[in-house]
């Protein structure tokens, strides 16, 4: 598989797939570069997650399991 050559800001990501940034770092913070998912390090210490487009379809896979678990009731 070949390196990615972009990625999308988890706010472009949130606003593309219609949910909350919230909700998405939450998720976020279950995956790994492997998943396609990344941390983004700015000057000063700007910080913000990134997804490739791998990463991108991983969370439309997770995000019906994570809204299914989080309403699930606990035992």
Same mark, same amino acid.
């Given at each position: 598989?070949?390196?990615?050559?972009? @990625?999308?800001?988890?706010?472009?990501? !949130?606003?593309?797939?219609?949910?909350?940034?919230? %909700?998405?770092?939450? #998720?976020?913070? &279950?995956?790994?570069?492997?998943?396609?998912?990344?941390?983004?390090?700015? @000057?000063?210490?700007?910080?913000?997650? !990134?997804?490739?487009?791998?990463?991108?379809?991983? %969370?439309?896979?997770? #995000?019906?399991? &994570?809204?299914?678990?989080?309403?699930?009731?606990?035992?």
């Amino acid at each position: 598989m070949a390196a990615p050559s972009y @990625t999308f800001t988890i706010a472009r990501a !949130a606003e593309l797939l219609g949910e909350d940034q919230e %909700l998405l770092c939450e #998720i976020a913070l &279950y995956m790994e570069p492997e998943d396609g998912c990344l941390s983004i390090h700015g @000057t000063g210490d700007q910080q913000t997650i !990134a997804f490739t487009p791998f990463g991108m379809e991983s %969370l439309k896979e997770l #995000i019906p399991e &994570y809204k299914r678990r989080q309403s699930s009731p606990r035992s």
